[in-house]
């Protein structure tokens, strides 16, 4: 028996794509937010890890294998460690996260402000609450544009699986498709190029809805680690130095050159608190962020006409309407002879 196997790239656009990119900084927020509680309380940091990475009664647990929430404590569990031995929690936990593909890259931005803390002396726990909130609205930001490209990406699911269902159609209705696209030079002729169109068209979709997601993770996260980094008393420039630091080691490539200076700037000019400049300045990005979010997929269901076009709708003749009419030509002739 003859089956039709999909290609991966097409599987991926026909089927839903399940994972949640909300789902990474959320969790890492809520454990953010349960250390600073637990700091808050009067526990030392080690202490603190250790009672995270214990094991729950179960109560919570998923009731499917969730490979985010395992990695999340696989990473607290090495967190743990590495302060019970006095060891770097951040670099203990990049080297973790390194090591384990399913972990959050927020677990990166964690490693960071937790760096941040460590060589500033700020308090670890307002350090976290911070961390969290700015987890949180990168996980806002992350569902709103998935709610945005919701649209776009399901006409792409619809479209890429078009020729496919043309052909199972035509063998529905009794005519021979696939017997044409599998049994002749112009059958073979058509199916090939018609799964290359469909092969091309399927890859362009992904490239655009790709590049129509969240184009800037975590928005403004330099400004609020040296907004961090200065709730310790620390000077500007040694503040600076710190953010640096951590942001090469631990995040590299996220940081954009310019921002802080410029902040900086207004408030030794204006003689105002930097680091309340530096949030507000924070929370601008994201909102950019976020308006350009909705702009990228306001254009998305523009640009798929491209493919589809170009792609799709040739790869539908070929495959099923080009097999439809040779089959009814050719049993109609050799009705006639």
């Known amino acids: 028996m003859l089956t039709l196997r999909m290609p991966p790239d097409l599987v991926r656009i ?15 927020a809520g454990i953010a937010e349960r250390m600073a509680a637990l700091l808050t309380a009067g526990l030392a ?9 214990a094991p ?8 499917r294998p969730d490979p985010g929430r395992d990695a999340d404590s696989a990473l607290v569990a090495h967190a743990a460690r590495a302060a019970s031995d006095g060891a770097s929690v951040a670099d203990a936990v990049d080297a973790a996260r390194a090591s384990n593909g399913a972990a959050a890259p927020a677990w990166a931005v964690l490693a ?19 961390l969290a909130a700015t987890l949180r609205d990168e996980a806002q930001l992350r569902r709103e544009a998935a709610a945005l490209l919701a649209g ?10 078009l020729p496919l269902i043309a ?10 498709t696939l017997g044409v696209l599998l049994g002749g030079p112009i059958g073979l002729a058509c199916l090939l190029v018609g799964s290359t169109l469909l092969w091309c068209g399927a890859r362009w979709n992904r490239a655009l809805i790709r590049r129509a997601a969240v184009a800037h993770p975590a928005a403004g996260l ?22 640096e630091h951590a942001m090469a080691r631990h995040l590299p490539g996220s940081a954009a050159p310019g921002e802080a200076a410029s902040v900086v700037g207004l408030a030794e000019r204006a003689g105002s608190p930097v680091a309340d400049l530096l949030r507000a300045e924070a929370n601008r990005i994201r909102g950019a962020a976020r308006a350009e979010g909705a702009a990228r997929a306001a254009t998305l269901g523009v640009r798929l006409m ?31 002879v």
């Open 14 to 28: 026909v089927r839903r794509d399940r994972a949640d990119e909300s789902a990474g900084p959320d969790r890492v």
């Open 45 to 53: 940091p080690a202490t603190a890890w250790a009672a995270l990475a």
């Open 56 to 63: 729950t009664d179960g109560g919570d647990r998923p009731t």
């Open 112 to 130: 960071a402000a937790w760096a941040v803390a460590d060589a500033s002396g700020a308090p670890l726990a307002r350090c976290l609450t911070m």
């Open 152 to 161: 776009p990406a399901a006409s792409a699911r619809l479209v890429a699986a």
């Open 167 to 176: 052909v199972a159609f035509g063998a529905l209705l009794g005519f021979d």
């Open 222 to 243: 330099e400004l609020e680690l040296l907004a961090m980094a200065l709730s310790s008393g620390a000077s500007v420039a040694r503040a600076r130095q710190i953010v």
């Open 306 to 336: 491209l493919p589809l076009g170009c792609c799709v709708l040739p790869a539908f003749v070929l495959l099923g309407v080009a097999p439809l009419m040779i089959s009814v030509v050719t049993g109609t002739l050799g009705g006639a």
